[in-house]
């Protein structure tokens, strides 16, 4: 299914406004946006997207455990 760089932002916006509306907190990395404006630009796959996104939440995740080790260890 192709969809146009218009039907590609209504689709991020409704799901950005759908976790908003639930009270969750939606991804505001500035790479991550500028993945999506990629995305919604048709120069990325939405597999692609998908990909991406999922190493930065690995990564994000990876920094926390860094800083709370850190944080543990300091305070021995």
Same mark, same amino acid.
């Given at each position: 299914?192709?969809?146009?760089?218009?039907?590609?932002?209504?689709?991020?916006?409704?799901?950005?406004?759908?976790?908003?509306?639930? +009270?969750?907190?939606?991804?505001?990395?500035?790479?991550?946006?500028?993945?999506?404006?990629?995305?919604?630009?048709g120069e990325m796959e939405t597999g692609e997207l998908r990909s991406r996104y999922l !190493?930065?939440?690995?990564?994000?995740?990876?920094?926390?455990? !860094?800083?709370?080790?850190? +944080?543990?260890?300091?305070?021995?």
């Open positions: 299914m192709s969809h146009t760089a218009d039907d590609r932002r209504a689709i991020f916006d409704r799901i950005r406004t759908k976790a908003s509306n639930a +009270g969750l907190k939606f991804e505001d990395d500035p790479l991550f946006l500028e993945w999506v404006e990629q995305w919604i630009a !190493r930065l939440v690995h990564e994000q995740e990876q920094e926390r455990k !860094r800083l709370r080790q850190r +944080g543990q260890t300091s305070t021995l």
